[in-house]
């Protein structure tokens, strides 16, 4: 199956800092990738849709201007937590999507686990 | 509107036990139901999945077949292994929508 490649795996920061976290389609083109926040012992919470070359489009509730996404090209997306908290420690996952609404598989990268202290 | 429900956890069985993790989801139209599979640490894996009524996904000794009369896709397998030993998810994603909808996830140990 395809391969989406997410980096870091793991990282630590200060509080007030901000952090990128990069996720990339190694052998497909994604025009739309999405970015997932997985509290402890729950289920994956969609933050945004990001597609190639336009704004994202967020969820409810989530803070657009702490977590910058951008989509710059058909193979990388970004997401920046910015002025990072304690509270903003979490597992962060992206998917990727094929081209076209017609594709049934999303692929995952391997998650980000991101401590704030 | 759309939701996936599914079985809380968690769950332990012993080795060779049979397993079955409810899955139950209301959506319109007729979606692509997903088994996603996390081992301890990383990401999400897809295990299964189906794309109309009466398929069944199969993979790894798991199965799942999409029941469009009941809105279901139980996830099966006949004889559990240490190494099964995960937290599954189902989802779906409708027709047109690339989207993923998650279940809350099942968290399952198995003991030798």
């Known amino acids: 199956g395809a391969v989406v490649s997410q980096h870091p795996s793991r990282v630590i920061c200060k509080s007030g800092t901000s952090v990128k976290i990069e996720c990339r389609s190694l052998d497909f083109q994604a025009t739309t990738m999405f970015w997932y926040r997985q509290f402890p012992k729950q289920s994956l919470m969609l933050m945004a849709t990001?597609?190639?070359?336009?704004?994202?489009?967020?969820e409810q509730g989530v803070e657009k201007d702490k977590f910058l996404i951008n989509h710059a090209s058909l193979t990388l997306s970004t997401l920046t937590v910015t002025s990072a908290h304690p509270e903003d420690s979490s597992f962060y996952i992206c998917s990727a999507g094929g081209q076209g609404s017609s594709a049934t598989e999303a692929f995952f990268g391997q998650g980000t686990r991101l401590t704030v202290v | 509107g759309d939701s996936v429900t599914q079985m809380e956890g968690p769950v332990t069985l012993s080795e060779e036990a049979f397993l079955t993790i409810n899955c139950t989801y209301t959506a319109t139209g007729y979606p692509s139901l997903f088994w996603y599979v996390q081992y301890p640490g990383e990401g999400l894996q897809l295990l299964l999945k189906a794309t109309k009524a009466d398929d069944k996904g199969s993979n790894k000794g798991f199965e799942a077949t999409y029941r469009k009369e009941t809105t279901s896709f139980h996830l099966e397998k006949g004889s559990v292994q240490v190494s099964d030993s995960a937290v599954y998810f189902c989802?779906?994603?409708?027709?047109?929508?690339?989207?993923?909808?998650f279940g809350t996830g099942t968290r399952l140990t198995i003991i030798p």
């Open positions: 990001s597609n190639e070359g336009s704004k994202a489009t967020y």
């Open positions: 989802a779906y994603k409708g027709r047109g929508n690339e989207k993923l909808t």
